[in-house]
């Protein structure tokens, strides 16, 4: 475990080399995503006042663990595997943030998606900091066997960090309600008695909420629904492409086609297709289930994912992964809304052009915050032992968004900046109030 200082040779605290470690990469590679965090932050930084320390201590994780772990296959071999879980700030509250199993995961990419936790649960107003963990790992590659070995034995060494009032994971991309339920029962086991509030996004059997598979999705569209009234566009006019197709896209591809809008575009890891007359997402996603890829769709042309992301729409949903739209392509964009489902989908050169060309950008830490304020509804179930109707979640929902839409804009007049610098300006401001009111220890 990494804390923000450690001992030198002579036992003085000294300061940690994370400045040197992980600060210091405004010149490294575009597609860093911690480095694009950063300049985030630096950018939200200049049009506020805070701090020098209290503006520093936002910029480094509090906390990370990093574990190998062996596993035992079906082959009878083992596999040793490495697993990350960061804590980025608990000013406000335990952690909160997502666990995701991908090949791709990094220990940069983990730093920045806590980072981005953080401000997403201030600007929500939710009393948690942020967190993130992953493991390298193909899930499609293991065994439903082995992938509860693997998620049980990850929860273990993660166990220390985690609990109902310090760190409270959920999904993220490659794990799902099942992986939630393993974890759960893991604490569990290691407590000697049931734990549900340990983890949001777990079944509704063992103390999940009604509407938590729905929310990312939902919340998106209750953006763009919002975006598209201020820009006084009316839903059946608008067109709608959506890259990413796992549970994000799909809901939010869903909504989009209920609301009146007419989705035209789909892409998934394999490619995308195009239908200009629109496509039913209902039956993308039936056929995608049956084939494992949405490539092959009968009424639609093929397309590759650079292909959708230049379509003319009024409405890109960007629900795939982070770094997806840079320097090499925001200016083939032709979409007046961006709608950021993803973490991190749009670099920070990005931004400047898409700025630049006059799209409005509906900010991640906005967008796809329906996740964590109805897993926030959950744990507060959980706590109580009193679950709401799915209709109440719904609304609360809603509500909530639309008020954090609301917000972000009033900031964006008020310091005359783009929607995602707004959104950065709010949370920062209410986590440094909470720093500066908590004071600093001892």
Not at 84 to 107: A, C, E, M, N, W
Not at 196 to 212: D, N
Not at 414 to 442: F, N, W
Request: glycine residues 10%.
């Amino acid at each position: 475990m990494t804390d923000q200082t450690r001992r030198s040779g002579n036992g003085s605290l000294c300061s940690y080399s994370i400045s040197e470690e992980l600060g210091k990469r405004r010149n490294a590679s575009e597609e860093n995503a911690y480095a694009n965090a950063l300049a985030q932050l630096d950018k939200a930084l200049r049009h506020i006042q805070i701090k020098r320390g209290v503006a520093e201590t936002l910029r480094y994780p509090k906390r990370e663990l990093s574990v190998t772990f062996p596993v035992l296959m079906d082959t009878g071999d083992i596999k040793i595997f490495r697993g990350y879980r960061v804590h980025h700030s608990t000013v406000r509250g335990p952690t909160k943030g997502g666990i995701r199993y991908s090949q791709d995961v990094t220990l940069d990419e983990i730093r920045a998606m806590a980072m981005w936790m953080t401000w997403k649960c201030a600007l929500m107003n939710l009393p948690y900091g942020g967190a993130k963990g992953g493991v390298v790992v193909d899930p499609k590659a293991l065994s439903a066997g082995e992938l509860e070995k693997l998620t049980r034995r990850y929860a273990t060494e993660i166990s220390l960090m985690m609990g109902p009032e310090s760190d409270i994971p959920a999904p993220d991309m490659g794990t799902n309600p099942q992986v939630m339920a393993w974890i759960m029962d893991t604490y569990s086991m290691h407590r000697g008695f049931s734990v549900p509030a340990v983890v949001t996004g777990k079944p509704v059997e063992i103390g999940g909420s009604l509407g938590r598979t729905e929310a990312t999705g939902r919340g998106v569209i209750f953006t763009v629904r919002d975006a598209l009234k201020l820009k006084g566009i009316d839903p059946d006019e608008t067109t709608v492409a959506v890259q990413g197709f796992g549970n994000v896209g799909f809901v939010a591809a869903k909504f989009a086609h209920e609301m009146g809008m007419r989705v035209i575009a789909i892409s998934g890891s394999r490619g995308g297709i195009y239908n200009s007359r629109g496509l039913d997402p209902v039956a993308v996603n039936n056929f995608r289930q049956e084939s494992g890829s949405v490539t092959g769709f009968k009424e639609a042309d093929q397309i590759t994912n650079e292909e959708l992301l230049a379509l003319n729409c009024r409405v890109l949903v960007a629900a795939a992964m982070e770094n997806q739209i840079t320097s090499h392509n925001a200016g083939k964009i032709k979409a007046a809304i961006v709608a950021e489902g993803a973490n991190g989908p749009t670099t920070p050169d990005a931004d400047e052009i898409l700025n630049d060309k006059g799209v409005f950008i509906v900010p991640d830490i906005l967008c796809n915050a329906g996740g964590v304020t109805v897993s926030y509804l959950e744990w507060v179930q959980d706590l109580q032992s009193y679950f709401w109707a799915v209709e109440e979640i719904n609304a609360k929902l809603d509500s909530l968004m639309k008020h954090a839409f609301n917000s972000v804009l009033e900031c964006a007049h008020t310091y005359k900046v783009p929607m995602r610098e707004a959104a950065q300006i709010l949370a920062i401001k209410r986590i440094s109030d909470a720093v500066v009111i908590r004071g600093i220890y001892p």
